[in-house]
C-alpha cells in the first residue's frame, strides 16, 4: 500500500506474552454462542438482521478471522497510543499523511464457548489520533501440532510448534526505515513488519523479518520506476503439510513464503523467497494493493486486490495462482476487495470495505475451467451493512464470520451470518 492508500489496512521491543494455556488445543463444538453482553446492533439496534448475531464486541480494529477447531480467533491491530496522554505519545509523520503513535496494544482475541478473551497481547501497533485506522497483527493462520517437524525452540524469542502454533502477521504500511527512528535511544518501531509465532501456551516471538526483505529485495520494483520501498503484511495462508506460510505483503505488491520452521535464518532474510507479484492495476494510476488469500475448490490459489484510493468502484479483481505461473485474472467487478472465502459447496464470498459480502455461486459443469464457472455464475448480496469490514470466514457451522467496525478502536465486532 503507497502513499495514496489512507485507509489503515510497533512488542517492539520484543516482550513475549502468555495466554491461557493450551489457547490452541482442539476446541471441539460448533461456535453458535455469542459472548455475553454483546449489543445486537448489526446493522443498527433499531433495525437489526435477523441472520445476523454480534458474536463478539468491543474490540480494538479488528482484521483477520481464523477457526481453530470450533474456537474463533480474531487478529487486533490494536489502538496505538490511544492510551496515553497526548503530550506523551511516540508519534512519527505518516507517509499518507498524519501523526501515527505508537503503543504495544495490539492483540488477538478468541471466542470459544461464549466466552471472548485476549488470548495473547503486547504486539506493537501505531494509529492515528482516536486509534483508528490501526496497523499492528493484521492476520492470524493456524498450523496444526504435534509435528516432529517443527523440533524443540531454537530461539528464546521463537516459540516452537511442538503441540501446534499460530502465526501473525505484524503491519507496518510505511517504509521499512521509519522502524530506524528512535526515541530515547530506543527504536520503538523496530518489530512491525515483521511474521510472529504463537505456541499452544500462548508464547509468542517473531521468527521472520518481511520489512528487511522488502528493503533487499523489493519485489514489484519490476514494476515502479523509481522504486518504491513499502511493507504491510497483512495476510496469511499456512500452506498444507505446515511446510511453509504464505504471506501476502500489501505495501510490496507480493505475495512471500516463509519456511514454518523459520529460525534466526528467516529474520536475517533467509528461508524467505517471492512467490508472486501484482503489477499495478491496468485502469488506475496507483497499485494493485493485494489484501487477501484463499484456496479454491480446485487447490489454486485466489488472491483479492483492494486497488487505489479514491475509490474507483468495480476494478479489483480476484486473482489466481498455480505453482510457476504468474498470477492471472480470475474475476473483475468488484470494489475494494478485504477477503476472500469458499464454502464447502464452492461459493465464492467477497468482502468489499465498501460494506457488502457478495457471494458468487459458480455455473454448474465441474468439468469446466473454474473461473469461467464463477463468471458465468450467480452473484447476490450475502449481506450488507457493514463499516469498514476487514475480513470473512466460513464457519464449521456453516455460517458466515465477518470483522466489522474493523478500522476503529474499542467498538470492534464480529458478525455471525446464519445462511
Not at 494455556?21 to 453458535?32: E, K, N, R
Not at 482516536?130 to 499492528?136: D, F, L
Not at 506460510?245 to 524467505?272: K, P, T, Y
Request: glycine share 12%; aromatic share 8%; net charge negative.
Amino acid at each position: 500500500m503507497r502513499s495514496s492508500l489512507v485507509v489503515a489496512l510497533f512488542v517492539a521491543l520484543g516482550l513475549a506474552a502468555r495466554g491461557p494455556a493450551a489457547i490452541l488445543a482442539d476446541q471441539d463444538g460448533p461456535p453458535v454462542q455469542g459472548a455475553a453482553g454483546c449489543l445486537q446492533d448489526f446493522p443498527s439496534a433499531a433495525a437489526p438482521d435477523p441472520r445476523a448475531t454480534v458474536m463478539m464486541c468491543g474490540l480494538d480494529n479488528p482484521r483477520g478471522l481464523a477457526f481453530n477447531g470450533s474456537a474463533l480467533f480474531v487478529a487486533e491491530a490494536g489502538r496505538g497510543g490511544l492510551d496515553f496522554p497526548v503530550a506523551d505519545r511516540i508519534c512519527f509523520a505518516g507517509q499518507a499523511g498524519g501523526n501515527r503513535c505508537f503503543g504495544a496494544n495490539g492483540a488477538i482475541s478468541r471466542l470459544w464457548s461464549g466466552v471472548q478473551e485476549r488470548v495473547a497481547s503486547g504486539f506493537p501497533s501505531h494509529a492515528a489520533g482516536a486509534g483508528q485506522n490501526a496497523i499492528g497483527p493484521n492476520d492470524i493462520a493456524f498450523i496444526p501440532g504435534p509435528d516432529p517437524r517443527f523440533g524443540p525452540r531454537q530461539r528464546d524469542d521463537a516459540p516452537d510448534c511442538a503441540g501446534g502454533c499460530a502465526y501473525v502477521a505484524i503491519g507496518l504500511q510505511q517504509p521499512p526505515a521509519v522502524r530506524d527512528l528512535e526515541f530515547n535511544g530506543v527504536r520503538v518501531f523496530a518489530d512491525f513488519a515483521k511474521l510472529a509465532r504463537m505456541n499452544a501456551a500462548g508464547d509468542w516471538g517473531y521468527v521472520a523479518d518481511l520489512g528487511a526483505y522488502e528493503t533487499a529485495n523489493d519485489p514489484d520494483q519490476i514494476f515502479q520506476d523509481p522504486p518504491k520501498i513499502d511493507s504491510n503484511p497483512y495476510a496469511l495462508f499456512a500452506e498444507r503439510g505446515g511446510h511453509s506460510v504464505l504471506v501476502i505483503d500489501a505495501g510490496a505488491n507480493a505475495l512471500l513464503r516463509v519456511g514454518a520452521a523459520a529460525d534466526r535464518s528467516a529474520v536475517e532474510g533467509q528461508g524467505m523467497s517471492t512467490r508472486a507479484v501484482f503489477a499495478p492495476h491496468p485502469t488506475s494510476t496507483d497499485d494493485a494493493v493485494p489484501t487477501s488469500i484463499a484456496t479454491g475448490p480446485d487447490g489454486a490459489l485466489y488472491v483479492g486486490e483492494l486497488t487505489r484510493f479514491p475509490v474507483i468502484a468495480g476494478i479489483s479483481n480476484v486473482y489466481r495462482l498455480t505453482p510457476g505461473a504468474s498470477p492471472s485474472v480470475c474475476l473483475g467487478g468488484f470494489t475494494q476487495i478485504m477477503d476472500l472465502a469458499f464454502d464447502a459447496a464452492g461459493n465464492l464470498y467477497v468482502l468489499q470495505l465498501t460494506g457488502a459480502l457478495i457471494r458468487v455461486t459458480p455455473e454448474a459443469g465441474a468439468d469446466r475451467d473454474l473461473c469461467a464457472r464463477y463468471a458465468n455464475g450467480v452473484r447476490s448480496v450475502a449481506a450488507s451493512g457493514f463499516a469498514s469490514p476487514t475480513s470473512v470466514a466460513v464457519g464449521p457451522d456453516g455460517a458466515l464470520y465477518v470483522s466489522n467496525r474493523g478500522t476503529a478502536a474499542r467498538v470492534g465486532q464480529v458478525i455471525r451470518i446464519r445462511q
